[in-house]
C-alpha cells in the first residue's frame, strides 16, 4: 500500500509540473490557427488552402490547428460559458445556428461579416445567407449550396424499361411498380430537417424573415399537410421506405443500394462525398445524379436545400484577421470554390461558380464520368430561401418524434401538426 | 507511561475513549467531504438556485420564480421521458440485478470447472469501450442486416425493427443494459459470496437442505449488505442513464427511448437553457434520493446495531 | 446410483447455462474483435460471419499511424492509473470510518454520502466546468484527476466489505497497542482485498470509459484520451473512409489492458475473507 501510494504521489507530482510547464513565449513573427468543426472534408479543404495563403506573409511563420471535435458545439458553448477561448475559427452547423442566436451569443462573441463580406456579399446566393443571419446581419460563411437531387441507380430503371420520374405523381407510381418487387425508390427518416426540405420544395414555410413560427398560417399549414400525404402515400405503397434516424447515414443504407432493393436518396450536394462515396466505393460507376421530382401542378420549386455548415470567427482571438483573411480566401473567391467542388464536391455558393466551365464540364468517375455539375446548372436558380429562427431547433427536434408517430401510422397529418404547433406555442410562450 | 497504558486499555474495551479514538473517523472521512463541497455541493448548489432562474450561460440569469417547474409539468415531453426512465429502472431492478444474483451463485460453485475462463468472459462486456460496442450493438440491432434478425430473416419471418419500433427500441436498450452491466454486477456478488463461511453450507448439507433452500435461506441473507449496495447502484445508474440511448437510437423514434438525463442534456445544452436544465436535474435527484433513503430504510441501515 | 447421477446431471446443466450465457456474452465482442480485420465494406455484408477476404492488421496500422492512437491510450492509462490508487486509500480509509466506529453525525454524513451519488452529472456539468476555468485547471492533469479522487460509490462499497471483517480483530490491534491508522492499514486493508480489488477494477473502468468530462476539459489531439479519440474518428469522415475498421481495432485494443488486468487480479477474489479473518 505504501509503495503503491508513493509512486502515485510521484505520478501525480510529475503529471501536474508537466502541465505546468510554461508555454513557448509567441513571437510576434509566430501565429497558431485554430479551427473546430465536425466534418473532416473541411479540415481537409482548409489545410490545404491555408498552405497556399499564408504565402501572402513570407515574415509569419504559420501553424494550423484544424481539427474535428466530437459535440463541438456542447464543448464550444461550454468554453464560452466559463469563459475560455475559442477556435478562432468555427464550422457551425446551420442547425446548431440557433444554439448561438440564445442571448445573441453569436453577436457579443463571432464577427460580424456582413460589412467584411462587402462586394463579395452578392455575390454568395442569399439563401446562404440567411441561416447564418442574426439580427439582419450575416455571421457565417456557407460550405456548400446544399441542392437537393436525386441520387440513384440507373440499371434498375434500364432493366425493367422505366425511366427516372421527374414528377411526383411519376416517382410514386414508378416506386408502386418497384415496391412490388420490394425495391424502394428512396427513404425518408424521422428528421424535422428532413421534412423541412419536402415542405420547402412545395414552397412551404415554418419561420419567416423575422425568425416569427408561421407554420399554422393557412397556407403553410395546408402545404405541410399535402407533403406529410404525400410521404403517406410513399410509405403505403412501398416506394419510399422509412428508415430510423438511428440507421439513416450509416452501412444499412449501403447494404440496401448494394442488394438493389434500394434505388437511391433525395438528398443534397454534401450527400455526395460525405456519406455516399466513402462507403460505397465498391459501387463507384453505379450511381447517378439527377433532379428531384416536382409537384405535378408546376408550384413550388425544381429543388430543395437542406444542410449546410457556416463558418464563423472569433471575434475576440488575437488572430480574428488573420481568421477572416483565411476564411475570405478558402470560401469567398471563385477560383477556391471551384477547387472546392473538385476536390469535395461542395457544390459552390457564388452564382458565377455555377455556369463556370470547370463546375459544369467536371466529369466525376464515381458517377461513371457524368458531368454532376450540369444537373446542378439546371436547378441553381429555383433554390428555396429559407430563414433562421431562435426555435428551429426546437422545431427539428420535436417534429422528428412526430414524424416518427406519423410515418408509425399513430397520428394523422392533421394530427401531427397540431401537435408540433401546439408544442411551439408553448415553447415560444415559455421563452417569453 | 501508566497513563498511555490507561489509555490504551479504555480503549481497548471500548469504552469512553477519546483522542485518536473519537477523531480518527473524522480524520478518515474528511478527505471525501473536502472534495465533495469544492467540486460537487458548490456546482450543485449553484445548479439548485439556478433553477429558478433563465440563463442562457453567457449573459445574466434573470429570476423567474418557479416557471421552469411549470414548464416542466406541463411538457409532455417529459411524462414521456420520466416513463422511459422508470421502465429503465424498473427493468434493471426486476431483471438484471436477479440475473447478476444467480450468475453469480452458478459460478461461485465448486463444480463447475475453469470458472476462472467463464468469470472473464462475463466480465468482458464492462471494459468494451461504450462508445464501440454501441457502435456493435447497431450493427446487430440493423433491421436488414443485423445479425439479431438474420434468424427471423432465414426462417421467412419478418424481421424486427429494433431499432424503428417505438417498443422494441426500448427493449433493444434494455437488452444493450442488461449485457452491459450483468458481468459487472456480478463481480460485486462473488466478492460478496467469498464472504460467506463454508461451513454453513456444509452445515444446512447435512441437515438435507436442497440447492434452493440453501440459495434462500444462506446466499441471501449472508448477501444482504452487498444486494443493498447493488441494489441502490442498480437504480442510481438507470436512473441517471444517458450513454446508451444517447449514442443508440439518440432518444428515438418519438422520444420512446429518451431519458431524463438525456431530455435535461438536450435541453440544457442544446437550447441553451440552463435554468430549465437545472430544475429537472433537481427534480430528478429529489426522486432519486427519496427513493434510495426508502431503500435504505427498507433495509435496515439507519437501524442502531449498523 | 440414482442420486450420483441427479447430481452429475446438475453439473452438465450448470455447465451448459453458464457456458452458453458466457458464449452469448463474448459474441458482440468477438463480431468486434473479427471487424477489426474486415474492410469497412466487409463488415456489413452479409452474412456477418463470412471471413475477410484477406486476414491483415491494415485497420491497426492505419490506427496507429494516422492517428494519435498511442497518446490516447498513453493518457488513459495514466489518468485512470493515478485515480484508482488514490480512490483505494481515500475510499478504503472512509469506508473502514464508516463500517467500525460509532461516531456523532454519521447517519447524516452517510445520508450526504449515499445522497452525492445522485447528482446526476450533467446537472452540474456546467457550473463544474466553470469552476476549472476560474482555477485555471482547463486542459490540466489535475481536472482529470483530484475531483475523482474520492468517489462516494467508492466508500459504500467499502463499506460494506469492511463491515463483514470481524470487529474482535481491530479490538486485539488495539490491545497491542495499535494506532487507528495501523489497524486500517494492517488489519483492515489485507482482509479487504476483494473488495478493493473489485474497487479497483470499477474505478479503473470508470476513468477508462469516461466521455463527456474529458471531452470539456481537454484540447489537443494529443492529450485527449482514448474514448474522446474514438468519438473523434466516429465523426471524422475522411474522404477516403468512415473508419469503422480502424474504430473496431481500436475498441479492440481498448478492451485489452482492462482484460488483462481482470485476469492478473482475479485471483484475489478467490482468496477469501474468511480465510484472512483465521490466519490474521
Not at chain 1, 95 to 106: K, Y
Not at chain 1, 282 to 309: L, N
Amino acid at each position: 500500500m505504501r509503495r503503491l501510494l508513493t509512486i502515485a504521489t510521484l505520478l501525480f507530482v510529475g503529471s501536474l509540473l508537466l502541465a505546468a510547464l510554461p508555454a513557448a513565449a509567441q513571437d510576434a513573427s509566430e501565429v497558431t490557427l485554430t479551427m473546430w468543426t465536425h466534418d473532416g472534408l473541411y479540415v481537409q479543404f482548409f489545410n490545404a488552402r491555408a498552405l497556399e495563403w499564408q504565402e501572402r506573409y513570407p515574415d509569419i511563420n504559420f501553424t494550423f490547428e484544424f481539427e474535428v471535435v466530437p459535440s463541438v458545439f456542447d464543448k464550444v458553448l461550454g468554453n464560452l460559458a466559463a469563459g475560455e477561448e475559442i477556435p478562432d475559427l468555427l464550422g457551425i452547423e446551420q442547425g446548431s445556428f440557433p444554439r448561438f442566436m440564445q442571448g445573441g451569443i453569436i453577436e457579443s462573441k463571432f464577427l460580424d461579416l456582413t460589412d467584411l463580406l462587402a462586394d463579395d456579399y452578392d455575390l454568395i446566393v442569399e439563401g446562404r445567407h440567411t441561416p447564418y443571419k442574426y439580427q439582419g446581419r450575416v455571421y457565417g460563411v456557407d460550405s456548400s449550396l446544399c441542392a437537393v437531387v436525386y441520387y440513384y441507380q440507373p440499371s434498375i430503371f434500364e432493366d425493367r424499361g422505366l425511366s427516372v420520374p421527374t414528377t411526383w405523381d411519376e416517382y410514386l407510381e414508378t416506386g408502386a411498380a418497384l415496391a412490388e418487387e420490394g425495391i424502394a425508390m428512396s427513404y425518408i427518416t424521422d428528421h424535422g430537417g428532413m421534412f423541412m426540405m419536402y415542405l420547402l420544395q412545395r414552397g412551404g414555410a415554418i419561420f419567416d424573415d423575422h425568425g416569427e413560427f408561421v407554420l399554422p398560417d393557412e397556407e403553410n399549414r395546408t402545404i405541410a399537410i399535402e407533403v406529410l400525404n404525400l410521404l403517406r402515400e410513399g410509405l403505403d405503397s412501398g416506394a419510399i421506405r422509412y428508415v430510423p434516424s438511428a440507421e439513416v447515414w450509416g452501412p444499412a443504407i449501403m447494404n440496401a443500394y448494394r442488394e438493389g432493393n434500394l434505388v437511391g436518396a433525395i438528398m443534397p450536394d454534401w450527400y455526395s462525398d460525405y456519406i455516399l462515396k466513402p462507403q460505397a466505393e465498391d459501387m463507384a460507376e453505379q450511381f447517378r445524379i439527377g433532379r428531384m421530382p416536382v409537384w405535378d401542378d408546376g408550384t413550388g420549386h425544381k429543388t430543395s436545400v437542406w444542410g449546410g455548415t457556416g463558418f464563423a470567427v472569433a471575434k475576440e482571438n488575437e488572430n480574428a484577421q488573420f481568421a477572416w483573411e483565411l476564411l475570405q480566401y478558402t470560401y469567398v473567391t471563385l477560383e477556391n470554390q471551384i477547387k472546392r467542388y473538385e476536390e469535395i464536391a461542395y457544390y459552390p455558393t457564388m452564382a458565377a461558380a455555377f455556369h463556370d466551365d470547370r463546375i459544369v464540364g467536371l466529369s466525376d468517375p464515381f458517377y461513371a464520368g457524368q458531368k454532376t455539375g450540369e444537373i446542378f446548372a439546371e436547378i441553381v436558380d429555383d433554390v428555396p430561401i429559407w430563414y433562421q429562427s431562435l426555435f428551429r431547433r426546437t422545431f427539428e427536434l420535436q417534429m422528428a418524434a412526430e414524424l416518427a408517430l406519423f410515418f408509425d401510422g399513430a397520428v394523422t397529418a392533421d394530427e401531427a401538426i397540431d401537435n408540433i404547433v401546439q408544442y411551439m406555442e408553448d415553447e415560444i410562450a415559455f421563452a417569453e | 507511561m501508566v497513563q498511555a497504558a490507561m489509555t490504551r486499555g479504555r480503549e481497548a474495551r471500548g469504552g469512553g475513549g477519546f483522542q485518536q479514538h473519537k477523531l480518527a473517523p473524522y480524520a478518515f472521512i474528511s478527505p471525501f467531504y473536502v472534495l465533495f463541497a469544492f467540486f460537487f455541493l458548490a456546482p450543485s448548489l449553484i445548479a439548485l438556485v439556478l433553477s429558478l432562474f433563465r440563463w442562457d450561460g453567457i449573459n445574466d440569469p434573470r429570476f423567474v420564480l418557479a416557471r421552469n417547474y411549470g414548464r416542466l409539468v406541463s411538457d409532455k415531453v417529459f411524462a414521456q421521458v420520466a416513463t422511459n426512465t422508470a421502465i429503465y429502472a424498473i427493468a434493471s431492478l426486476l431483471i438484471v440485478l436477479p440475473l447478476a444474483l444467480v450468475l453469480a451463485v452458478l459460478l461461485n460453485s465448486k463444480s463447475l470447472r475453469f470458472s476462472n475462463v467463464w468469470r472473464a468472459m462475463y466480465f468482458t462486456p464492462v471494459v468494451t469501450s461504450t462508445v464501440a460496442i454501441t457502435l456493435v450493438f447497431q450493427i446487430l440491432y440493423s433491421r436488414d442486416t443485423g445479425l439479431l434478425n438474420a434468424p427471423l430473416i432465414y426462417l421467412g419471418l419478418e424481421p424486427i425493427y429494433w431499432l424503428g419500433d417505438r417498443s422494441w427500441a426500448k427493449v433493444a436498450i434494455i437488452i444493450l443494459i442488461a449485457w452491459r452491466s450483468t458481468g459487472l454486477l456480478t463481480i460485486y456478488f462473488l466478492a460478496g459470496l467469498q464472504s460467506i463461511p463454508e461451513e454453513l453450507y456444509e452445515a444446512a448439507s447435512i441437515d438435507g437442505a436442497s440447492m434452493l433452500q440453501k440459495f434462500f435461506r444462506i446466499t441471501i441473507p449472508m448477501l444482504r449488505p452487498i444486494i443493498l449496495f447493488v441494489s441502490i447502484i442498480v437504480l442510481l445508474s438507470s436512473i441517471q442513464i444517458f450513454d446508451e440511448p444517447q449514442i443508440l437510437t439518440q432518444g428515438g423514434p418519438a422520444n420512446s427511448t429518451m431519458s431524463v438525463v438525456q431530455y435535461l442534456y438536450e435541453r440544457g445544452y442544446t437550447r441553451l437553457r440552463l435554468g430549465f436544465a437545472s430544475a429537472v436535474g433537481t427534480v430528478l435527484f429529489a426522486t432519486v434520493f427519496i427513493l434510495s433513503l426508502l431503500q435504505l430504510q427498507w433495509y435496515g441501515v439507519f437501524r442502531k446495531e449498523d | 446410483m440414482g442420486e450420483r447421477f441427479g447430481q452429475r446431471l446438475g453439473v452438465v446443466a450448470l455447465h451448459v447455462v453458464v457456458i452458453s450465457g458466457a458464449l452469448l456474452t463474448v459474441a458482440p465482442i468477438a463480431f468486434m474483435i473479427y471487424s477489426s480485420f474486415k474492410t469497412t465494406t466487409e463488415i456489413f455484408t452479409l452474412p456477418p460471419w463470412l471471413p475477410p477476404a484477406e486476414w491483415s492488421f491494415k485497420n491497426y496500422e492505419t490506427l496507429l499511424t494516422t492517428w494519435h492512437f498511442t497518446y490516447w491510450y498513453a493518457n488513459s492509462i495514466i489518468y485512470a492509473g493515478v485515480v484508482t490508487v488514490f480512490v483505494l486509500f481515500f475510499c478504503s480509509l472512509a469506508g473502514f470510518a464508516f463500517a467500525k466506529y460509532f461516531f456523532r453525525g454519521k447517519n447524516f454524513l452517510f445520508i450526504i454520502l449515499i445522497g452525492s451519488t445522485m447528482i446526476p452529472f450533467q446537472l452540474i456539468l456546467i457550473p463544474l466546468f466553470i469552476l476549472m476555468s476560474r482555477i485555471d485547471w482547463v486542459n490540466h492533469p489535475a481536472s482529470m484527476i483530484i475531483p475523482w479522487m474520492a468517489p462516494a460509490f467508492g466508500i459504500f462499497l467499502m463499506r460494506q466489505y469492511i463491515q463483514a471483517v470481524p470487529s474482535e480483530l481491530m479490538e486485539s490491534a488495539r490491545i497491542d497497542g495499535a494506532s487507528e491508522f495501523r489497524i486500517y492499514a494492517q488489519v483492515i486493508v489485507p482482509l479487504v482485498r476483494p473488495g478493493l480489488t473489485t474497487l479497483a477494477i470499477l474505478t479503473f473502468l470508470g476513468s477508462w470509459n469516461s466521455y463527456i468530462w474529458p471531452l470539456m476539459v481537454l484540447r489537443g489531439n494529443e492529450v485527449i484520451t482514448l474514448p474522446v479519440g474514438i468519438a473523434t474518428m466516429r465523426s471524422q469522415a475522411t474522404a477516403s473512409q468512415i473508419p469503422y475498421g480502424e474504430m473496431m481495432a481500436a475498441a479492440t485494443l481498448v478492451s485489452v489492458p482492462v482484460i488483462v488486468l481482470f485476469l492478473m487480479l482475479q485471483r484475489y477474489f478467490i482468496s477469501g475473507l474468511t480465510i484472512g479473518a483465521v490466519k490474521g
